[in-house]
C-alpha cells in the first residue's frame, strides 16, 4: 500500500563557518577572540586526549574507550553556550563537553580508566557521569529540568545524545514530557551518520532528526555540526528559549572519523571514501583556518598550543596511574547498598585476591 503524501515543512539548516574557513559574518554569534580561543583550545584538548587514550587502550592500560574525532565542534560548541548553572548530561562520547563544564581532565582520564572517582564530579559541577546505556540519561534530563522549572531557577538542562539515541522508548518520553510541560532542556543530538556500524538511514525513516521536534510540539533546527560557530548559536538561543520555556532539539550534522568505540573496526561495515569526503570537513581545521586569518594562529602557537594540551594530559594519566582504584569499588557502588548477593560475589573477590 502506498504511503499517504506527507505534507512538506522546512527544517532549517544553520551554517556560519565554511569548510574553507570563512564566516558568514551576518550570522556570527557574538564571541570575544578570548572565547574562540578557548574553544579551539578545548577542541585541540579533546583531540590530544583521544590519542593518549585510545594509545593507552592499545597497551592494556585503559578498559573500552570511546572517541570523539571528527565531532570536536558538535561536543564543544554546545557545551560552550551553558553557564555555570546549567546542567550539562552527557551520552558517552561528550568527554570534551564535560571538560568543558567542570570535569578535571583527570577525572576524566579515571572515568575511562574503569575508576568510580571519575564518576564524582567537582564540587558545583553541574555534570551528571556518562551514560553508556543508550538514551537513559534524556528521561533524567527532562526530570532534571522539571525539577529546575518546579525551584524557579533560572537555569536549563542540556542532554547529548547520538542518532541511534533516538530510536528507544526514553527519547520519546523525554521529548513529550517536554513539550508538554514547556521544560528548560535542550536536546543536542549528534547525528554522526552511524550507530556502531548502523547507518542513519537505517535508524530512522525521516529525513533529518530535527523534524522528529515537531511531532513534540518543540522546536528543532539542524545546524552543521563541523561548525563550531554554528553549533554554539544554536545552543546559545536554545538555552535562551529554553529559560523561557521552549525546548528545542538540536540536530548537529557530523561524522564520526574514528571506530565507534576501541572495540570497533570502522573499516568492516563503512566505505574508506566516505571517511575521506568528511575529512575534508574537518571541524578543528576549519577554525584553524579563520584563526589564521584573522591573525589569531600560526604554526608556532598551534604548536605550543598542542604541547601544552599534551602535557595537561601526560600529568593526568601520571596521576591516575600513580592512584589506582580500590577494585572493591565495583561491588560499592552499583547500588546504594549492597544487596545479598553483591555482598558474597565481594567476599568471594576479597579471598582471591
Ligand atoms: C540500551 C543500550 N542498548 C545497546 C547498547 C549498545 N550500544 C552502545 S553504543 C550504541 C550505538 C549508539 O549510537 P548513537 O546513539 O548513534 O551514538 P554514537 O555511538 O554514534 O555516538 C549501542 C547500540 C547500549 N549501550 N545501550
Redesign the pocket.
Known amino acids: 500500500m502506498p504511503l499517504t503524501k506527507i505534507a512538506e515543512f522546512d527544517v532549517k539548516k544553520l551554517e556560519i563557518l565554511s569548510p574553507e574557513g570563512k564566516a558568514d559574518e551576518k550570522l556570527m554569534p557574538r564571541l570575544s577572540k578570548k572565547d574562540i580561543a578557548e574553544m579551539y583550545r578545548l577542541m585541540v584538548l579533546s583531540r590530544a586526549f583521544d590519542e593518549k587514550a585510545i594509545a593507552l587502550q592499545r597497551q592494556g592500560r585503559l578498559g573500552t574507550y ?1 572517541p570523539q574525532l571528527g565531532q570536536e565542534a558538535s561536543i564543544i560548541g554546545p557545551a560552550y553556550a551553558l553557564s555555570k548553572k546549567d546542567w550539562l548530561v552527557p ?3 561528550e568527554t570534551g563537553a564535560m571538560i568543558a563544564h567542570g570535569c578535571s581532565v583527570e577525572m576524566m582520564m579515571r572515568y575511562w580508566a574503569g575508576d568510580e572517582r571519575g564518576s564524582l564530579m567537582p564540587k558545583g559541577a553541574r555534570v551528571l557521569p556518562v551514560a ?5 540519561q534524556l528521561p533524567h534530563a527532562a526530570g532534571i529540568a522539571w525539577g529546575m522549572k518546579k525551584l524557579k531557577e533560572r537555569s536549563a538542562v542540556m542532554a547529548y ?6 530510536s ?1 522508548g526514553d527519547f520519546h518520553e523525554a521529548m513529550n514530557l517536554a513539550g508538554v510541560f514547556r521544560l528548560p532542556v535542550v536536546f543536542v543530538c ?3 551518520h ?3 556500524s ?1 547507518p ?1 538511514e537505517r ?1 530512522t525513516a525521516s529525513k533529518t532528526i530535527a523534524q522528529k521536534a515537531i511531532g513534540y510540539g518543540i522546536q528543532g533546527v539542524q545546524v552543521d555540526g563541523n561548525d563550531i560557530f554554528a553549533a554554539y548559536s544554536a545552543a546559545k538561543k536554545a538555552l535562551e528559549d529554553a529559560k523561557n520555556g521552549i525546548p528545542t532539539l538540536i540536530e548537529c550534522l557530523t561524522y ?1 572519523m574514528g571506530d ?2 576501541t572495540s570497533d573496526d570502522s573499516k568492516r561495515y563503512r566505505d574508506e571514501k566516505e571517511v575521506k569526503e568528511w575529512a575534508k570537513k574537518d571541524p578543528v581545521a576549519r577554525l584553524e583556518k579563520y584563526m589564521a586569518d584573522r591573525k589569531m594562529l600560526n604554526a608556532a602557537l598551534k604548536e605550543k598550543i598542542i604541547k601544552k594540551c599534551r602535557a595537561i594530559i601526560e600529568k593526568a594519566v601520571g596521576d591516575v596511574e600513580s592512584s589506582p582504584p580500590d577494585a572493591e569499588d565495583i561491588f560499592r557502588y552499583t547500588y546504594a547498598e549492597m544487596d545479598e548477593s553483591l555482598k558474597e560475589q565481594a567476599e568471594g573477590f576479597r579471598r582471591r585476591v
Open positions: 570511546v551520552s558517552f562520547r553508556i546505556p543508550v538514551s537513559t545524545f547520538g542518532d541511534g539515541g533516538t528507544p549528534q547525528n554522526n552511524y550507530a556502531i548502523l542513519v535508524q564520526r565507534h568505540t
